[in-house]
């Protein structure tokens, strides 16, 4: 048997979900297939960072996970000593999350494997969750939504690659269910290793595996605790001494069977729980296992695993997506590697070093190491280098937006009816680019002179430039005195594509401080932000054709 698709996704974690997700909700024929028999259920990855909060928002997947989150501020440290006889001490309490503006101020914790669920219910669904800002309708949109259900028991058991170019799909994987016996032959344009760290894609293309092994080995326990310590909704450290004499204490769950209850009291009789009882408990427990640790490639105490995973598939599938739509070469693809490898090697450098401090092997405090490194931890701090498809060029239009980081979460007010949305709103993650017109006072009749000549010269790019290309404008106005019609014609597609930079009408909602922050003067600016929210070119407002060529720049086209 065989078949085509445009993408086989191998793999059906975090990553895999969300990239056959986000492929799918534009059209592609996708496929995705896991070894596993069912989903996990339990343990692995259970926090989500406020940048995995912001990715899983534009993809319009949040608010069913929030539903079943709960929601972490404080990071809670506390410490004993050998003298403290076992007894801990509050060591410090504070706001996590101090500095960083973004609709998602928190860490949430909810476990992969609910959010699994929501990515694959919303996948097999067929339904478009991933929507404009804008309730206009979109022809641009790359197509129908397809329904994706995950195969399991199946796996590639061998690859084949063209070396002809020409191939539409040059890639032949040859899937098996080892149970069944089951086998066929998928032709693909593409295939994803998303099958973790011991990838079957990788190994099978020679790829190596570049890291480095550590001695740290962490232990994690879910479980429903009654306890009266203070803090255990929050995200707790507790710095401990190591055991006496190399002990370890082993939790042993006695079985029914060996209980007995007082009877006068009706309560267990604790002698008959002795110390033999509980060896031979433990023994016959332990007797038919060789005990292995199933874990992360990393460490999980910055809980880093499965936020990664998100930024990785955001970062891959509109590159993709855009390939497979003609509008990028495959060039684009290797901007991937450039973009990602740098944060896991940043990545990998923050876990050891927290690490080596939570186990006393170096001078610091787990707090001030946390917070002096809470940009990158909660993922609003990366920062893509210069590529075809990051121009730094144009920073100084804008100091407060850093080019090649995601665009800047502050509140501002649709103009036609003054509710309040966070710029991150209009980042959908639709696989288009955003073109943001932070337009200055355009009852300034200079302003609005430049607002017509920026108008002229997108009326001459043309659908080259519309099709790929949402536009929103941003005015410094005031609600009482403005009107969305204020703005140029051909710079609102629609009545809902114009925001002011305003206090809201509920003080509690904010606004208002939008340019200030951005750092952007009077005669305003022109922000490009990628698909996946990150800046990727400043302009003045005569720029336009500037930020054009970044637009067409992997295709190998440009307009003058």
């Known amino acids: 048997m065989s078949s085509v698709v445009d993408v086989l996704v191998v793999g059906a974690g975090p990553a895999g979900l969300l990239c056959a997700y986000n492929l799918s909700q534009a059209g592609f024929l996708v496929r995705i297939v896991d070894k596993l028999s069912e989903p996990s259920q339990e343990g692995k990855a259970d926090m989500t960072h406020i940048r995995g909060m912001e990715v899983l928002d534009s993809m319009g997947l949040s608010q069913e996970i929030l539903a079943q989150s709960e929601r972490c501020v404080q990071l809670v440290t506390y410490s004993s000593t050998p003298e403290s006889q076992g007894k801990i001490t509050l060591e410090s309490r504070r706001n996590m999350i101090p500095t960083i503006e973004s609709p998602f101020s928190f860490a949430t914790a909810c476990t992969q494997s609910t ?45 084949d690659l063209s070396d002809n170019t020409n191939v539409e799909y040059p890639v032949a994987v040859r899937l098996s269910n080892s149970t069944s016996g089951y086998s066929e032959t998928v032709s693909a344009k593409y295939v994803l290793g998303c099958d973790g760290a011991h990838s079957w894609v990788r190994q099978e293309l020679g790829i190596q595996m570049v890291g480095e092994t550590s001695d740290q080995v962490w232990g994690l326990i879910d479980g429903f605790i009654d306890t009266d310590f203070p803090d255990i909704r929050n995200i707790t450290a507790v710095n401990n001494n190591d055991r006496e004499k190399d002990m370890v204490r082993v939790s042993v769950q006695i079985p029914e069977s060996y209980v007995r209850f007082h009877p006068s009291t009706g309560r267990i009789d604790r002698s008959s729980i002795t110390e033999e009882l509980i060896k031979k408990v433990a023994q016959d427990i332990l007797d038919p296992y060789t005990i292995r640790f199933k874990g992360h490639t990393h460490s999980p105490h910055a809980a880093q695993g499965m936020n990664t995973a998100f930024y990785d598939a955001h970062n891959i599938s509109w590159k993709l997506a855009h390939v497979l ?97 966070s710029t991150l709103d209009l980042l959908r993650f639709d696989n288009m680019y955003k073109l943001i017109v932070l337009a200055g006072d355009v ?84 922000v490009l932000v990628r698909p996946d929210g990150h800046v990727s070119g400043l302009a003045p407002l005569d720029g336009v054709r500037d930020l054009n060529k970044l637009v067409m720049s992997t295709l190998g086209e440009t307009r003058d």
């Open 115 to 159: 959010i699994e669920t929501v990515i694959r219910n919303a996948m097999a669904s067929g339904e478009q969750r991933i929507k404009t800002a804008s309730y206009v309708y979109n022809p641009k949109l790359f197509g129908l939504p397809r329904k994706v259900q995950v195969e399991r028991e199946l796996f590639p058991v061998a690859l």
């Open 325 to 421: 739509k003609g509008w990028s070469g495959p060039a684009l693809l290797c901007t991937y590697e450039s973009e990602r490898r740098g944060f896991a090697e940043r990545l990998i450098e923050l876990h050891e070093r927290i690490g080596e401090v939570m186990l006393g092997r170096a001078a610091g405090n787990l707090v001030e190491l946390a917070f002096n490194s809470l940009r990158m931890i909660s993922g609003t701090g990366t920062c893509y280098p210069a590529s075809q498809v990051i121009h730094t060029a144009g920073q100084s239009h804008a100091h407060g937006i850093t080019i090649g980081e995601r665009m800047p979460h502050q509140v501002i007010l649709r103009a036609a009816d003054y509710r309040p949305f």
């Open 443 to 526: 009852k300034d009749p200079e302003q609005y002179k430049r607002l017509e000549k920026l108008e002229s010269d997108i009326e001459d790019l043309g659908d080259e430039f519309l099709n790929r290309v949402q536009l929103y404008v941003i005015m410094q106005a005031k609600k009482e005195t403005c009107s969305y019609l204020d703005v140029p014609r051909s710079l609102r597609s629609h009545w809902d594509t114009v925001f002011i930079d305003d206090v809201a009408y509920l003080e509690r909602d904010g606004g208002g401080n939008a340019y200030r922050s951005f750092g952007v003067s009077s005669t305003g600016c022109l």
